[in-house]
Nanobody, 123 residues
């Protein structure tokens, strides 16, 4: 499956933005989907994940209550709605896919990655 992330940009602290991840090549419904991010000089970290049909979602503590992951399998697309953005959310955001299971919080669990989209939050 090929993944294409989009929607990043420059936003002021407290603002909102929605990222999208469009899939091609295979039906997205076959995969757990995740969003991960990497800030300059830091390791890639997991942000959020969603199960095959969207029945369950999971969030890192740092974004819980501010970010919402969702998916539209009919459109083969996954979203990350980000609210109350903070400067520490600045990073390259990646969407990623894997077959599924309990290790959704591990970057190494993901088999397929999009190219990343830059989010910059100004203070």
């Amino acid at each position: 499956v090929q993944l294409q992330a989009s929607g990043g940009g420059l936003v002021q602290a407290g603002g909102s933005l929605r990222l999208s991840c469009a899939a091609s090549g295979r039906r997205l419904s076959r995969y757990y989907m995740g969003w991960l991010r990497q800030a300059p000089g830091k390791e890639r970290e997991w942000v959020a994940a969603i199960t095959w049909n969207g029945g369950s979602t999971f969030y890192a503590d740092s974004v819980k209550g501010r970010f919402t992951i969702s998916r539209d399998n009919a459109k083969n697309t996954v979203y990350l709605q980000m609210n109350r953005l903070q400067p520490e959310d600045t990073a390259v955001y990646y969407c990623a896919a894997y077959q599924g299971g309990g290790d959704y919080y591990l970057p190494g669990a993901y088999d397929y990655w999009g190219q990343g989209t830059q989010l910059t939050v100004s203070s």
